[in-house]
Nanobody
Framework: QVQLVESGGGLVQTGGSLRLSCAAS????????MGWFRQAPGKEREFVAE????????SYADSVKGRFTIDRDNAKMMVYLQMKSLRPEDTGIYYC???????????WGQGTQVTVSS
């Protein structure tokens, strides 16, 4: 009873910005954590950022600290990822995810492609 749908991906130049959106439905508000992951070609899926619905707990991968910001709108059941100063190595499929803690996520969206060109 949890559905996650990402949008906002696209092609941007190095140094540009993108805002990804995750529309949550069902019982998503019952989840303690909402997060973003990404997967580059030939690599394993990696953690990017996470937040609680209250915003009391936030964490980021070292590679995106200072550049990416995760936020949420509880009333609209939306989770966002603001990405700035994008680099080619940020290229990949970005997934919205939900879980209960310990960085163990069990609900996933289908992903949205982000491509950063030089």
């Amino acid at each position: 009873q949890v559905q996650l749908v990402e949008s906002g991906g696209g092609l941007v130049q190095t140094g540009g910005s993108l805002r990804l959106s995750c529309a949550a439905s069902g019982r998503a508000l019952s989840l303690n954590f909402m997060g973003w992951f990404r997967q580059a070609p030939g690599k394993e899926r990696e953690f990017v950022a996470e937040t609680t619905w209250s915003g009391s707990r936030l964490s980021y991968a070292d590679s995106v600290k200072g550049r990416f910001t995760i936020d949420r709108d509880n009333a609209k059941m939306m989770v966002y990822l603001q990405m700035k100063s994008l680099r080619p190595e940020d290229t990949g499929i970005y997934y919205c995810a939900g879980g209960l803690g310990g960085k163990t996520y069990v609900y996933w969206g289908q992903g949205t492609q982000v491509t950063v060109s030089s």
